[in-house]
């Protein structure tokens, strides 16, 4: 199964496609955690991304490293980097951004991000994100507020000639720690997120 990237006795990382739901819900029938509940009723979904984020994806085998990772996420103890195709480009090489967003019942919350653009070309980016706080869409809006919405962004983006891609969003690394092992992982990049870059010549160098 070439998407799940690394497994022990207590946790699988995988490297989630676009389009897939990580949760059931109205009018979801298929999503990562019916999935891993069909593998095992102990298996727990410890994080979220978007349904049409691709990336890495941590699912806890048992209720001890569910707990454990429910706590170094919540002290934000896990590092996260995702990588962006953006239209356009901020005013700042790299910047911290922080920014008091409304949830979806209009409670106001702080979110706080750190950018970086990693390489651009006339009308393209491609940025780092390092989320500090973990909010639904946070990057996404973040991205818009800066002036250079994520490419193939149906909600937060109105050019509409990029209306076919695919959202080009990729929870590409996390690095945490647990009892003194230090794990680190890797998103294997989707092929749509290359091709588009190749498209716009944006050079990526890790």
């Given at each position: 199964?070439?998407?799940?990237?690394?497994?022990d006795e207590n946790f699988i990382v995988i490297?989630?496609?676009?389009?897939?739901?990580?949760?059931?819900?109205?009018?979801?029938?298929?999503?990562?955690?019916?999935?891993?509940?069909?593998?095992?009723?102990?298996?727990?979904?410890?994080?979220?991304?978007?349904?049409?984020?691709?990336?890495?994806?941590?699912?806890?085998?048992?209720?001890?490293?569910?707990?454990?990772?429910?706590?170094?996420?919540?002290?934000?103890?896990?590092?996260?980097?995702?990588?962006?195709?953006?239209?356009?480009?901020?005013?700042?090489?790299?910047?911290?951004?922080?920014?008091?967003?409304?949830?979806?019942?209009?409670?106001?919350?702080?979110?706080?991000?750190?950018?970086?653009?990693?390489?651009?070309?006339?009308?393209?980016?491609?940025?780092?994100?390092?989320?500090?706080?973990?909010?639904?869409?946070?990057?996404?809006?973040?991205?818009?507020?800066?002036?250079?919405?994520?490419?193939?962004d149906s909600k937060y983006n109105l050019n509409?000639?990029?209306?076919?891609?695919?959202?080009?969003?990729?929870?590409?690394?996390?690095?945490?720690?647990?009892?003194?092992?230090?794990?680190?992982?890797?998103?294997?990049?989707?092929?749509?997120?290359?091709?588009?870059?190749?498209?716009?010549?944006?050079?990526?160098?890790?």
């Open positions: 199964n070439e998407s799940k990237l690394y497994e490297d989630k496609w676009n389009g897939i739901s990580t949760q059931g819900g109205t009018n979801i029938s298929i999503s990562i955690d019916a999935i891993i509940k069909n593998i095992s009723k102990n298996y727990n979904l410890v994080h979220r991304l978007d349904k049409e984020t691709s990336g890495l994806l941590i699912i806890a085998k048992n209720l001890k490293y569910t707990r454990i990772f429910g706590k170094l996420f919540k002290s934000q103890q896990i590092e996260k980097i995702y990588l962006a195709i953006c239209d356009g480009k901020p005013k700042m090489k790299e910047s911290y951004v922080d920014l008091l967003l409304n949830d979806d019942k209009k409670h106001k919350f702080h979110t706080k991000t750190f950018y970086k653009i990693l390489s651009n070309n006339q009308k393209t980016s491609l940025i780092q994100f390092k989320p500090k706080t973990g909010k639904k869409h946070q990057l996404r809006i973040v991205a818009k507020n800066l002036g250079c919405p994520i490419v193939g509409k000639s990029n209306k076919k891609e695919n959202l080009k969003l990729n929870a590409n690394k996390l690095k945490f720690k647990i009892d003194n092992n230090e794990f680190s992982f890797r998103s294997n990049l989707p092929k749509d997120f290359i091709n588009y870059m190749k498209q716009k010549q944006i050079i990526f160098k890790e």
